[in-house]
């Protein structure tokens, strides 16, 4: 039972950096790429809801396709998922954080 509650707390942590850094990517596309942001108007009445949406999606499928895959997890392999996803969030504040400086200056 212990190897099964590993698999998913990897895979999930593997999925949630994929999900933090590809927030960050559309955030930034779709303030630079009118067409995206009005797509995602149009599918889900506003774009902050269409970001959550695809990111939530993405999240679970993700994690449900690579707790699948994975065969064997110990403490090692999760603490360094787990220490990608501090890297990939702090990246991925860091990008947003920085896009907007720019555009603002």
Known sequence: MVDKH???LYAF???????V???AIITIWADLYAPLKDWL???FTH?????????AALFLILGGVI???VSKV?????????WWLVG?????TLAIWGFYLIETF
């Not at 774009?47 to 990111?55: D, E, M, P, T």
């Not at 990939?88 to 991925?92: D, G, K, L, Q, Y």
């Open 41 to 43: 108007k149009a599918m």
């Open 13 to 19: 942590a593997i999925s949630a950096s994929v999900t």
């Open 21 to 23: 850094l590809s927030i």
């Open 88 to 92: 990939c969030s702090i990246i991925a």
């Open 6 to 8: 590993f698999r998913t």
């Open 67 to 69: 707790g699948l895959l």
């Open 47 to 55: 774009h902050w809801i269409g970001k959550s949406v695809l990111s």
């Open 74 to 82: 110990d403490e090692n392999k999760i603490a360094t998922a787990l």
